[in-house]
């Protein structure tokens, strides 16, 4: 009897062991505007490891589509509820979350944004590619294959979207710079690959002499690339496409794309929850990170640089 009393003491000195722990852990919202893309689960695996390696626990939690606003400020609000100790949040819409951002602050649970920001100065910490930067990259690359003369197009991804108007304002204002470019079509991918296949078909139709196409996602990439294929244009109209999907480095090996403008979404993630356990601590945090950004091409893209940023769940950070 004293074994099995000794037996059953030890699982409720283990129990209580366990849930001190377990609330010495802070609890860190990390809500993406979206799950679906590969860039996404990059996000996620850098959030984990930061998590891990500072002793966090991350709760991943987003809207499956980067259009669901409505979706994300549900989720937001309710962690805000449950008291978590941190939000990290890549925001689906500039304006639409300010609110509880402002409830989260005043409830003295620190924000930080990743990768899509708000139109607010109450965040933290914001820790992102130079979007507008990055865009004017992929203006100077698109001009530099169809040899700074001809018609180009726009495909941004969502309005209203931070990364959206920064990628659209950045491209507009470096394709500026060449007279002999004419920006012929900007219109929307909405982030989903058949509605960017469709969207560039109808501008081929439109704009039989089209030279080049700058698309702003993952998804507008690949739809891109579809509706090329399908008219049998491949290589004829250049792509720069936006992040680094495995489908997205196929077509670049393969000549469906010609360039891709690279960020670094692992240190996003990992940064972004690194910031909010400092701002737990009541250390202090960064206003602006830029995570940087990268040009690669067929010819660089081999290279253990580009092979870092390519391949990123191979090596962390």
Known sequence: MKHSMTFFTMILLGAIACSKSDKSRPKILVSPKGLVHNFWVTVKAGADSAGKELGAEVIWKGPAQETDIAGQIAIVEDYINKKVDAVVLAACDTKALNGLIDRAMDNGIP????DSGVDYDRPLSFIATDNVKAAE????????????QGEAALLPHVPGAATSIMREEGF????????????????????????AMSVIENMLLAHPNLAGIFAT????????????TAR?????????GF????????????GGVQALIVQDPFK???????AAIDAIAKRPVEKRIDTGVYVITADNMETPEMRRVLYPLEKGL
């Open 217 to 228: 996602t993952e998804a507008g990439t690949l739809g891109a690339v579809q509706a090329l």
């Open 137 to 148: 990259l992929a203006a100077d690359e698109l001009a530099r294959l169809i040899g700074s």
């Open 268 to 274: 996003m993630g990992h940064l972004g929850v690194k």
């Open 172 to 195: 507009k204002k470096g394709i500026a710079k060449y007279p002999d470019v004419e920006l012929v079509a900007v219109q929307y991918s909405q982030s989903d690959v058949a509605t």
């Open 232 to 240: 049998g244009k491949i290589g004829q109209v250049k792509v720069v």
């Open 111 to 114: 924000v930080i944004t990743i």
């Open 243 to 254: 992040d680094a999907a495995a489908d997205e480095i196929t077509a670049l090996r393969n």
